[in-house]
């Protein structure tokens, strides 16, 4: 069974950062591209930073980069998302997409909540 848990959300202020963590079960993870997507309310999922299976190719939207971070363990088959200086504008929910190198296999997460208000 194909499982993905997602953690680390939750409420911080202004400028603050938190670590999201979203561990894989029931696939070889080293086959999979893992991406992170966020969604606010109102609005559509969008993009966030990918990387390829043994994370040889790291992409950021644009406007995040140099404030946001991702890495994995191939290890514990475990995907995260470092994210600083937040902003209220960062509020969403996040996701993590799991791509298989095959292009056809695809899995999300459940979803964790940041919230960024004072």
């Known amino acids: 069974q194909v499982q993905f848990v997602e953690s680390g959300g939750g409420l911080v202020q202004p400028g603050g950062s938190l670590k999201l963590s979203c561990t894989a079960s029931?696939?070889?993870?080293?086959?999979?591209?893992m991406s992170w997507f966020r969604q606010a309310p109102g609005k559509e999922r969008e993009f966030v930073a990918s990387?390829?299976?043994?994370?040889?190719?790291?992409h950021y939207a644009e406007a995040l980069r140099g404030r946001f971070n991702i890495s994995r363990d191939d290890a514990e088959s475990t995907v995260y998302l470092q994210m600083s200086s937040l902003k209220p504008e960062d509020t969403a929910t996040y996701y993590c997409h799991a791509l298989g190198v095959d292009g056809i296999q695809s899995y999300w997460g459940q979803g964790t909540q940041v919230t960024v208000s004072s």
């Open positions: 029931g696939i070889n993870f080293n086959n999979f591209h």
């Open positions: 990387s390829t299976n043994y994370g040889s190719n790291i």
